[in-house]
């Protein structure tokens, strides 16, 4: 794969103008007008599905490398039609040329109004399948998943595991900061965490001397999965990258004290490494209504 890439300043840039180019080269197509989306999935049965196996969505490319358009479908289990959750959440493949179908074994992926889109990450020209549903979570946490259907062979090249993204654990030390570490990351990181300190000030968790005060259980920090994860060709090559975002937590789920930013690409044999990272700290901010119920006013 051909790694040289552009530097971060140029990257929003990208998702918006490379990113779009890069989805028409790559032939993806909404579905036809007789797309099953919304629908109950006609092959439920045939594949042994529960009866209410809706499609979620529909998107047609070649994906199993023969040259020809294949039919993907998102599906999942709705109580109702128009419910936006949908449980047991999969990728099933009709083949173009010979009808049959193929679907991954992704295990209890769950969530709010899924999107399938169709790029190819791995670089041998073929899409693959990427999908992003909502959790429902306060967390803003999305779930994402990548499989490949190279001859009809189908394979979770990007799951659970790999949208924990950046695994961050850390805790709050004298002075208004954050010392921990993070996967994938060569050394600790300190975060400077002053621009909330009067809120950590009102719920004593800090002195006005900068000292944490002693708790029965010690505050950490740590991050959620992916709030957004969105392919981007980095470097128009024809092949798509990972643009994520995650947040950094602290006191309670609305105490963001700080946001990881990282570019990964895939490197074979369903590994993903972080190509680019950076993590923001906060100059001023504003604080938040959830965060002042915790402390005196």
Do not use: C, P
């Given at each position: 794969m051909n790694k040289k890439w552009m530097k971060p300043v140029t990257y929003l840039l990208l998702a918006g103008v490379v990113?779009?180019?890069?989805?028409?080269?790559?032939?993806?197509?909404?579905?036809?007008?007789?797309s099953e989306k919304g629908k109950l999935f006609s092959a439920a049965a045939?594949?042994?599905?529960?009866?209410?196996?809706?499609?979620i969505d529909q998107k047609t490319a070649d994906v199993n490398g023969d040259k020809k358009d294949d039919v993907v479908y998102l599906i999942g289990e709705k109580e109702k039609e128009d419910d936006i959750y949908s449980s047991n959440m999969n990728i099933v493949v009709k083949d173009g040329k010979s009808g049959a179908y193929s679907q991954t074994?992704?295990?209890?992926?769950?969530?709010?109004?899924g999107e399938l889109t169709l790029v190819d990450f791995t670089?041998?020209?073929?899409?693959?399948?990427?999908?992003?549903?909502?959790?429902g979570g306060s967390g803003g946490v999305y779930s994402h998943v990548i499989a490949t259907f190279e001859n009809n062979k189908p394979a979770v090249i990007f799951g659970e595991k790999e949208n924990e993204g950046i695994r961050f654990e850390g805790k709050f030390v004298d002075g208004f900061k954050v010392e921990g570490k993070g996967s994938h990351l060569d050394k600790p990181l300190t975060l400077d965490v002053s621009a909330n300190q009067d809120v950590y000030l009102a719920a004593k968790l800090y002195d006005k001397a900068g000292k944490v005060q002693p708790t029965e259980d010690a505050v950490s920090v740590f991050s959620y999965p992916f709030g957004s994860l969105t392919p981007v060709d980095m470097d128009a090559n024809g092949t798509f990258e990972l643009v994520g975002e995650q947040r950094l937590v602290g006191m309670n789920n609305t105490d963001t004290?700080?946001?990881?930013?990282?570019?990964?690409?895939?490197?074979g044999e369903g590994k993903w490494n972080p190509w680019e990272v950076e993590y923001s700290t906060f100059l001023k901010k504003h604080q938040g209504e959830a965060i002042n119920t915790m402390i005196e006013k």
């Open positions: 990113g779009v180019a890069g989805f028409s080269a790559m032939n993806t197509q909404v579905a036809h007008a007789d045939e594949l042994k599905l529960a009866k209410n196996t809706y499609v074994d992704i295990k209890e992926l769950g969530g709010y109004e670089g041998d020209h073929v899409a693959d399948a990427f999908v992003k549903t909502a959790t004290v700080s946001r990881i930013n990282s570019v990964w690409g895939y490197q």
